[in-house]
């Protein structure tokens, strides 16, 4: 069972790891193999511990998770937006990029001293996922801030989604309802949003945020 | 004692010669990944060698650090080998004279002595690429601290014979979270220190791109042989480090037995073979970075090896 924990710990590492990728990435390709690949970290330690607490709940919503996140949100947005995904144009963010990881590692940091006193000694694999999903979490909405792209902020969303995941499968072992509502969830809005930003893209011929900047009486064609 | 010295120069004969031949084996399976045939594994030898007997020019605005800086950065790598475990796991001679941040030290002062010659040979591309380099090397110097406390964290202690036994004894240590991202950011912290490809173009040929290169424009003849042999020592030392500590501490030479070390010398050969494929394979999927974005990837280093020292109290 150690060796459970401990390999879970280096889940839960890769997958920290994942999400400063996701910030990082200059392509919108590479943000979506980013995320799909921070989403299977998540199913990953969520079997892990399913393993660890005999739970089958948890792997229920390991196989949630694969189906929505792995499949078919990446689906929905090569559907809708293939387009804009394989453009090789770099996005654009507010922040430059050293600055950014040095912020999100004092983030990471913070995570763990504010996940420390929430369990006390005796759960060590839950510490560390709720303080790496609460740091996944916080890189997500700060990539969702300094991002000027659409594409990569739904996906720095599904990012938070994915962290806030990650700290709670640690938590408690009888979630795969709440899971199974917030998967279908997560496909909806990304529907949705997909949508939106193809009639962005349409319109515009960019998903690129800061040209939404200016009033404009008529929509240029 | 005389056969600790013993077994210390049969450590760094095995780099001195060994070295070119695994930069020559390196090319030639990037050279083969790549679709193309390549040189000969021996063609840094032969390079060595062409170079060994040519005539050495020396600019006469120059002082006696551009004659002096090729014997530095030589030796640097060597007398690092002295202090890690080269083929024998059991401590030699000189283990406990220095650790690894000994180490980074020596190879810095060769390193340092050569920035010196370049801009010394007035070659205006000496200073360009010693400021490149610096620039790197400052980025790298913190990211080298961090793995060495989140070594000492786990080893209790930076010897590099010390976090090898430490390493060996517990397997489990091997998968912990710490050790992968250790393994992670010094293979990382290598390529940009030995100027492969991310970071630098080691076979590129134009000047105004080169970081490590430009600063070796200037040397010919021997200076310029030591000066290459240096640079191929150095990548196998710090490769030695990797394959040796941190990776794969097994196989080393127990007894000090000319068999056992040997054997030794094989099973290390074998680590750093597949230590090769692996950069090569690193070398060949990604693209050179433009010089501004380097400072990206350090940074990507740095989040990994700080990673490395905070999930260390959570995997016990």
Redo the contacts between chains.
């Keep these: 069972m ?2 459970v ?3 879970n ?2 889940v ?2 890769l997958f ?2 994942m999400t ?2 996701l910030m ?1 990435s200059r392509q919108i390709q590479s943000v979506l193999r980013a995320f799909v690949g921070q989403s299977l970290l998540l199913v990953l330690s969520t079997l892990l511990l399913a393993l660890l607490h005999h739970s089958a709940q948890l792997a229920i919503v390991a196989l949630i998770t694969v189906a929505a996140k792995v499949i078919v949100i990446p689906g929905v947005l090569t559907r809708t937006l293939g387009q804009e995904l394989r453009a090789r144009r770099e996005i654009e963010s507010v922040v430059n ?2 600055v950014s ?2 912020l ?2 004092g983030a ?2 913070l995570a ?1 001293f504010l996940a420390a006193p929430l369990l006390g000694p005796h759960a ?1 694999e839950a ?2 996922n709720l ?1 790496l999903g609460l740091a996944a979490l916080l890189i997500g909405v700060y990539t969702l801030v300094i991002r000027r792209e659409a594409v990569a902020q739904v996906l720095s969303l599904m990012a938070i989604d994915n962290g806030v995941f990650f700290a709670g499968v640690a938590i408690t072992t009888s979630s795969a309802i709440v899971e199974a509502a917030a998967g279908l969830e997560g496909v909806m809005v990304v529907l949705v949003v997909a949508i939106l930003t193809r009639t962005i893209a349409q319109n515009l011929g960019s998903t690129q945020v800061s040209s939404l900047q200016q009033l404009g009486e008529e929509v240029p064609r | 004692m005389i056969q600790g010295l013993a077994l210390n120069a049969a450590q760094v004969a095995f780099v001195v010669a060994a070295a070119p031949l695994f930069r020559g084996v390196l090319n030639r399976f990037e050279e083969r990944l790549q679709g193309r045939l390549g040189p000969s594994i021996w063609q840094p030898y032969f390079d060595l060698i062409k170079l060994l007997q040519k005539d050495e020019v020396v600019s006469e605005e120059s002082t006696w650090i551009f004659r002096f800086a090729p014997f530095m950065y030589f030796v640097a790598p060597l007398l690092v080998t002295m202090l890690i475990p080269a083929l024998t796991d059991f401590p030699l001679f000189w283990a406990f004279m220095g650790d690894m941040v000994a180490a980074g030290f020596i190879l810095g002062l060769g390193g340092f002595f050569l920035a010196l010659a370049a801009i010394d040979g007035g070659n205006p591309y000496g200073p360009m690429g010693t400021s490149r380099t610096r620039m790197v090397s400052s980025l790298v110097e913190p990211i080298f601290m961090i793995v060495f406390f989140s070594v000492s964290f786990a080893a209790n202690s930076t010897i590099p014979y010390v976090v090898q036994a430490h390493w060996t004894t517990s397997a ?1 240590a091997l ?3 710490t050790h ?2 250790i393994v992670a950011a010094f293979v990382m912290i290598i390529l940009a220190e030995t100027g492969r490809i991310p970071v630098d173009n080691p076979s590129g040929h134009f000047e105004l791109a080169m970081i490590d290169e430009a600063k070796t424009l200037e040397f010919s003849g021997r200076s310029a042989a030591l000066v290459k042999w240096g640079s191929h020592s150095k990548l196998m030392v710090l490769s030695l480090v990797l394959v040796n500590v941190l990776v794969t501490p097994w196989g080393l030479a127990s007894s000090p037995g000319a068999g056992a070390v040997a054997l030794g010398a094989l099973l290390v050969s074998i680590k750093l073979l597949v230590f090769i494929a692996v950069v090569a394979g690193i070398e060949t999927s990604l693209a050179k970075l433009r010089l501004f974005r380097i ?2 990837f350090l ?2 280093a ?3 090896a ?2 490395a020292m ?2 260390q109290p ?3």
């Design positions: 150690a060796a924990a401990s390999l710990t280096v839960g590492t920290i790891l400063f990728l990082v990029v050293p990881l040095l999100m590692l990471t940091v763990f060590a510490q560390v303080a | 489990a998968v912990s979270p992968v991202l400072e990206n940074g990507l740095f989040v990994v700080v990673l905070v999930v959570f995997h016990l």
